[in-house]
């Protein structure tokens, strides 16, 4: 069966820090991998896509970048961090089948930054 | 340009029924996801239409019109665990998900 790990769960850094998130997916081969972030009350913001190794596409402009050095490996990062980057941020995978692009999301990782 | 609407908070009793909408408008339509989200928690699938109709799994059901760019979930024997946001979200043509705010479903004893 497929499992997706993310981590840290939790974090505090300061303005200014640099980040980095990860995700795994197992069991899976070429999925679709996604960056989301989700503030209080709003919808879910797609970050950033990738449909293969070293293929990323930006949805947002910002301080923050992606990176994809394994086909089951995803990595959201900042050099320098923001109080607005603050936010719930949630790792996905996908097989499109069928027409139904169902996303299978991490446990996320909390973000304040302070 | 692309959106989606859902009410922002409900309240519903234990054991009865709640209609959760949601109205969607997208560049090309490849299907109306639902997800359910407990707070904290990563949301988690719960069901997919692409044609009209009423698409039932144990006590969640839900719907979808093409034509009117309109779906509901619809929870029956409603229970405590129930409480959660419910995410409404449309596929567009590229098959990237439209994602609406989310409804708060708040379930009293």
């Known amino acids: 069966s497929q499992t997706i790990h993310q981590w840290p769960a939790t974090l505090v850094q300061p303005v200014g820090s640099p980040l980095s998130l990860e995700c795994t997916v197992e069991?899976?081969?070429?999925?679709?991998l996604y960056w989301y972030r989700q503030a209080a009350g709003r919808g879910l913001q797609l970050l950033f896509y990738s449909v293969g190794i070293g293929q990323i596409s930006s949805e947002v402009p910002q301080n923050l970048s992606a990176s994809r050095p394994q086909d089951r490996q995803f990595i959201l990062s900042s050099k320098k961090l923001l109080l607005s980057d603050s936010g719930f941020y949630l790792c996905a995978w996908s097989v499109l089948g069928a027409g139904a692009n169902v996303l299978t999301f991490g446990a996320g990782s909390r973000l304040t930054v302070l | 340009g692309q959106n989606i609407d859902q009410p922002t908070e409900m309240t519903a009793t234990e054991g009865a029924i709640v209609q959760i909408n949601c109205t969607y408008q997208?560049?090309?339509?490849?299907?109306l996801f639902w997800y359910q989200q407990h707070a904290g928690e990563a949301p988690t699938f719960l069901s997919y239409?692409?044609l009209d109709g009423l698409e039932e799994k144990g006590r969640f059901s839900s719907f979808l019109s093409r034509s009117k760019g309109y779906s509901y979930l619809l929870l029956k024997e409603l229970q405590m665990k129930d409480s959660a946001s419910y995410l409404c979200a449309a596929s567009d043509s590229n098959y990237q998900l439209i994602w609406g705010a989310g409804t708060k479903l708040i379930i009293k004893p």
């Open positions: 997208t560049s090309g339509f490849n299907g």
């Open positions: 069991g899976t081969s070429n999925p679709n």
């Open positions: 239409n692409v």
